[in-house]
Each structure stands twice: as C-alpha cells, then as structure tokens.
C-alpha cells in the first residue's frame, strides 16, 4: 500500500500585515509619550537629591503601588538597598505590598482600602518618604495610605497616569505620565524608577547622603541633618558627632559606639561567671 503523497512543507516567513502594524503602533505610542516624559527629568533629579539626603540622615522611603505598579514599587526598593550600578552603602526602602503575611491579613481584618495606610502608620516617622505608584491615579488604597502618611509628618510623592487624578491631589509632588494605555504609564514609571536611582547615587556621590539641612523630627530622629547624628545628638561645636568621634560628653559617636558594642557581643560582663568549655567539668 503506497503512503499517501505529501505535499510541500510550509514555512512562515514573517507575520501578518495587521499583526506588524499592533505591534508598532504599540512601539509608537511609547516613542510619543517618552518625548513628552522628558520634561520631568528636573523633578527626578529633585526627587533623587532630596531622597539621598534624607534617606543619608536615617529616614525611610516607604513605597506602594498594585499590580504591576506593586512589582515596580519593589523594583525601586531593591535598588536602594542593593546597588543601582556601582557599589554604595544602603539605604532604608520598604515595598509594603512585600510583607504578604501583614497585606493579606490587613485585608482580612480591616478591608483592602487598609492595606497600605495601617502599614504606613507602622512603619513611617515625620520626614519619611511615601512613594505611590499607580496608572489611574485613583486606587482607593493609595489614597488612604497618602491621607495617613500626611497625618504622620510625611513627605508623599506619586507616579501617576495623566493629570488631574486623585492621587496628584493628594500627594506633596506628584509625576504624570501623559499617555493614553497603562501599558505605556508603567513603561515610563520604570524609566522614571531608574531616573530615580541614577539620580540618587550621583547625589551619594556628591555626598549629599552624608549632610542634610534639617534636624530632628519630632519623634527625636534626626530624619535630614547629618546621617551621622541618627540619635540627635551634636559634637562639641554643635555639629552632628563625627563618625567614631566623641561628643560634648565625652561619649563616643554612633559609630564608636556601634563598634564597641560589636566588639564585646559575645563577651560576658565583668565578674560573671564563665560557662565551662564542651568537655570540661
């Protein structure tokens, strides 16, 4: 019995017409929001330095967003603490939506609307940064979080879709992006994420993380001033205490004292008795 005859095999060459012109309009939207987007670059900038100086002097940026804006809330935070590009010390950033164990239970307890306002009371102090993300600019979430943060002293900022929104109202300084799809927004928020970080290392750089202009706030931290005065406390001429130099009273810096106590973990106090090694009596 002959096997039936096949015919020649068919090989696709490209894509359709229809399908190659989705994808560029897709690319042409972007090209066209990016040009308008490069306005922002001052405010970035701005946003950088004034984050490198108060994160310098022991403040926090607290950060949120859903969905995807949640994925590059996290994405900002990872920066901070790790490295952007080049080695750095770190710095205090926390994504709220990251702790699932307290966001589910929140939700459970008091409703979604409080997932990141009752996290921002936790965690924030007068002079924190809350940075809220979000393409519509009205995630009721968002705005809680904004309403508690101002309650706290807090300094919040937004990345938003196109202008007037809720949030941009609600926020000290608000960044929106002109653009018709949230697909575009979120690009451009990570383009300002980036912006952001690039921003901020040349202000560490520049040493703006190891001098702000402020002093302590109200709950007795030193949330801008010298990131070396991070319990309030000034030298003998009334600058913040150098690293490892002692005070006024004679007492060590932060640093001193972090490296004494460092130094004597382990170590029993003075006149204490001393555990007998494994295999003595």
């Known amino acids: ?19 190659t012109a989705t994808a560029t309009a897709h690319c042409d939207d972007l090209a066209k929001a ?12 701005r946003w950088g330095t004034e984050l490198a100086r108060r994160l310098g002097a022991g403040a926090r940026l607290l950060v949120a967003g859903n969905g995807g804006s949640a994925a590059q809330a996290q994405h900002l935070t990872a920066e901070l603490v790790g490295r952007y590009r080049d080695d750095r010390p770190p710095f205090s950033a926390v994504a709220l939506h990251a702790d699932t164990s307290s966001t589910t239970a929140i939700a459970n307890d008091y409703g979604v609307q409080e997932v990141f306002a009752r996290q921002t009371a936790a965690h924030g102090r007068p002079g924190d940064v809350l940075l809220l993300m979000s393409t ?53 928020h990570l383009v300002a994420v980036h912006m ?35 319990d309030g406390r000034r030298g003998r001429d009334g600058q913040p205490d150098a690293e490892g130099e002692p005070g006024a009273d004679g007492r060590p810096g932060v640093v001193g ?25």
């Open 1 to 19: 019995m002959k096997s039936p005859t096949k015919g020649p095999a068919k090989t696709v060459t490209g894509t359709a017409h229809g399908d």
């Open 34 to 45: 990016l040009e308008a987007f490069r306005e922002h670059g001052p405010l970035i900038e």
């Open 136 to 188: 519509s600019g009205a995630s009721a979430n968002l705005l809680a979080a904004a309403d508690r943060a101002h309650r706290l002293g807090m300094t919040v900022w937004a990345l938003t879709g196109r202008a007037p929104n809720p949030l941009q109202l609600g926020a000290d300084d608000t960044l929106c992006v002109d653009a018709p799809l949230g697909a575009t927004v979120q690009e451009l």
């Open 196 to 230: 952001l970080c690039e921003a901020f290392d040349q202000a560490v750089e520049r040493g703006e993380a190891d001098h702000g202009a402020t002093g302590t706030g109200t709950d007795g931290r030193a949330h801008a001033g010298d990131a070396r005065a991070v």
């Open 257 to 281: 004292r972090l490296v004494g106590r460092a130094r004597t973990v382990g170590r029993a106090a003075p006149g204490a008795p001393v555990a007998p090694r494994k295999g003595q009596t």
